[in-house]
T-cell receptor
Framework: KAGVTQTPRYLIKTRGQQVTLSCSPI?????VSWYQQTPGQGLQFLFE???????NKGNFPGRFSGRQFSNSRSEMNVSTLELGDSALYLC????????????FGPGTRLTVL | DQQVKQNSPSLSVQEGRISILNCDYT??????FLWYKKYPAEGPTFLIS?????DKNEDGRFTVFLNKSAKHLSLHIVPSQPGDSAVYFC?????????????FGTGTRLKVLA
């Protein structure tokens, strides 16, 4: 079974731009969560989608948004990029919203200049 | 406010010895805990979990201990192998709502010396 895939793997943007990251979950998985990883902050939860609906949200500004499509693929958008948005963005999928184990993709490394 | 803390950013252990990684949490609502391992350029990989009804869970060389009164959990790796060198994250979640919302620690970088 193919794992979680994220595209692109690397991205360089400048301040003020916007960016869209994509995540394809494991086949059959319906829950997708997004995390931001920065040095010293660990993984910080952004949001979780299930059946095209946002079910949980972390403490991030409204510049961070996401959506999920009917095939469970998810996108995350960051508008008006700031230098502090430079991070590894990880997507994780699980079979359903009430399950425990999440399977992570390799992440998208975003650099904001 | 960091609800899940891994106070040791790094740890070095000799091959064959025990590695002990620690994690503390502050929220008494957390009742499900996990450990993930992360290699560079890869996403975290699930290692082992424990629910609050248990105080120990074992899977091969990996054992997780939970001390609810101290709000502390630890991951023991015995014996440690060079391939265990990675960053280890602990995560906690309340499950009362029926969903899992994970709070991760900042990670501990384990280096196993050959």
């Amino acid at each position: 079974k193919a794992g979680v895939t994220q595209t692109p793997r690397y991205l360089i943007k400048t301040r003020g731009q916007q960016v869209t990251l994509s995540c394809s979950p494991i086949s059959g998985h319906r829950s997708v969560s997004w995390y931001q990883q920065t040095p010293g902050q660990g993984l910080q939860f952004l949001f979780e989608y299930f059946s095209e609906t946002q079910r949980n949200k972390g403490n991030f500004p409204g510049r961070f948004s996401g959506r999920q499509f009917s095939n469970s693929r998810s996108e995350m958008n960051v508008s008006t990029l700031e230098l502090g948005d430079s991070a590894l963005y990880l997507c994780a999928s699980s079979s359903t919203i009430g399950t425990d184990t999440q399977y992570f993709g390799p992440g998208t490394r975003l650099t904001v200049l | 406010d960091q609800q899940v803390k891994q106070n040791s950013p790094s740890l070095s252990v000799q091959e064959g010895r025990i590695s002990i990684l620690n994690c503390d949490y502050t929220n008494s609502m957390f009742d499900y805990f996990l450990w993930y391992k992360k290699y560079p350029a890869e996403g975290p990989t699930f290692l082992i979990s424990i629910s609050s009804i248990k105080d120990k869970n074992e899977d091969g060389r990996f054992t997780v201990f939970l001390n609810k009164s101290a709000k502390h959990l630890s991951l023991h790796i015995v014996p440690s192998q060079p391939g265990d060198s990675a960053v280890y994250f602990c995560a906690a979640s309340p499950t009362t709502s029926g969903t899992y919302k994970y709070i991760f620690g900042t990670g501990t970088r384990l280096k196993v010396l050959a």
